[in-house]
T-cell receptor, first 115, second 113 residues
Framework: DAGVIQSPRHEVTEMGQEVTLRCKPI?????LFWYRQTMMRGLELLIY????????DSGMPEDRFSAKMPNASFSTLKIQPSEPRDSAVYFC?????????????FGSGTQLSVL | QKEVEQNSGPLSVPEGAIASLNCTYS??????FFWYRQYSGKSPELIMS????GDKEDGRFTAQLNKASQYVSLLIRDSQPSDSATYLC?????????????FGTGTRLTIIP
């Protein structure tokens, strides 16, 4: 298996633009997670899905952020409009057994810079 | 108070010595504990997990858990330059019937040749 695949690896955009990050989880994993990592706040969970259904979106910072999972093999995280404070590394992760446990696998991340 | 706290470092350790990384957590109902290693520009990868009080050893790595004092530590014996990375502590607990995994901000470790 190729692991969790994220695209793009790097995204540079201007404030106010729409940004869409993409993720393909590991086949057979029922859980998908979106994390954001910054120096100040570390790795924070934004939202997670179980069997394509959003379970907990309490970490989504505000209405500018939205996430979808239309099928078991694809998810998107959208920021509209983007702001400079959204600059961070965004990781997607998948797991066959929830957040805990020893089978949480991360993608390579998307480095987002909002100018 | 942060749910999971780590000293951000940097922690510098001579090659061959023991590196000791510490983590404290605030919620006593936390159930399982993990250490992730993250190389610069890469994603986190799990290196150790521990679920009960005491020590758990895996090669050069030893995880230690003390639930009464609410801390978990990671010891790296015979430190190698390849151990230079940021180490993230993560704590898992049940939250309204769902698991919640919370990460610390990480400790940056540098092994000096």
């Amino acid at each position: 298996d190729a692991g969790v695949i994220q695209s793009p690896r790097h995204e540079v955009t201007e404030m106010g633009q729409e940004v869409t990050l993409r993720c393909k989880p590991i086949s057979g994993h029922d859980y998908l997670f979106w994390y954001r990592q910054t120096m100040m706040r570390g790795l924070e969970l934004l939202i997670y899905f179980n069997n394509n259904v959003p379970i907990d979106d309490s970490g989504m910072p505000e209405d500018r952020f939205s996430a979808k999972m239309p099928n078991a093999s694809f998810s998107t995280l959208k920021i509209q409009p983007s702001e400079p404070r959204d600059s961070a590394v965004y990781f997607c992760a998948s797991s066959p057994q929830g957040q805990g446990g020893e089978k949480l696998f991360f993608g390579s991340g998307t480095q987002l810079s909002v100018l | 108070q942060k749910e999971v706290e780590q000293n951000s470092g940097p922690l510098s350790v001579p090659e061959g010595a023991i590196a000791s990384l510490n983590c404290t957590y605030s919620d006593r109902v936390s159930q399982s504990f993990f250490w992730y290693r993250q190389y610069s520009g890469k994603s986190p990868e799990l290196i150790m997990s521990i679920y009960s009080n005491g020590d758990k050893e895996d090669g050069r790595f030893t995880a230690q858990l003390n639930k009464a004092s609410q801390y978990v530590s990671l010891l790296i014996r015979d430190s190698q330059p390849s151990d230079s990375a940021t180490y993230l502590c993560a704590v898992n607990k049940l939250n309204f019937g769902n698991e919640k995994l919370t990460f610390g901000t990480g400790t940056r470790l540098t092994i000096i040749p």
